[in-house]
């Protein structure tokens, strides 16, 4: 399965460098490159635009107070970000006085199965088409169950490797590429259902 959306790039070494030393500028340059990314993931676990919202901006501010005495590298810093957005919003929905979503769930090993999302393309005879294939791909990932949904997100919307999303959800990379082929073949399912074919 191809992605959606490219994984944003690493920060330079000099913005991160002026962040972590106070410079808004800079901090804001690291926003800008990771919101939609945030807020995707955000939304992908609390299901509500509002909680999506909160845990968001939840996130910078928590990062924009931790910069100061953090450690890893430029390349390393999506990761870090993800972490406090994942956490963000837990405590957004605990706040809601909502149970948080499960993030994990047992299922059977089993070899993947690779879909594509489809891309839409600047070629004006291409656009139309591709567009309507992009939205119905979508339609089915809002069908999966949560737990799906954010594996699904995770790693083809959000772009996270399997030892990110391992770190994330606190369970082994086995069981997260087992899980994965579990989700897509589902979301192979409903696609074959909606009459739109894997490429």
Known sequence: MKTAD????????????????????????ILYAYEG??????????????????????????LWRALPEYRGTTASLYSYVLRI???????????????PL??????????????????????????????????EVRAAV??????????????HMANADYAEIAELLGIPEGTVKSRLHRARKKLCEILKKRNVPPR
């Open 37 to 62: 990314y945030v807020y995707g993931l955000a939304l992908s676990l609390t299901e509500h635009r509002e909680d999506a919202e909160d845990a968001t901006q939840d996130t910078f501010l928590k």
């Open 102 to 135: 499960p993030l994990v769930y047992t299922d059977e090993d089993g070899e993947e199965t690779e879909i594509d999302i489809p891309d839409t393309s600047p070629t004006p005879d291409e656009d139309y088409v591709r567009r309507a294939e992009a939205a």
């Open 85 to 99: 957005c994942r956490n963000s919003a837990l405590d957004v929905l605990r706040r809601r006085r909502r149970a």
């Open 142 to 155: 809002d069908e999966l169950p949560p737990d799906m949904r954010r594996m699904i997100y995770l790693r």
């Open 6 to 29: 490219k994984r944003p790039a690493a920060v330079s070494a000099d913005v991160l460098s002026r962040a972590k030393e106070g410079d808004v500028a800079a901090f804001e340059e």
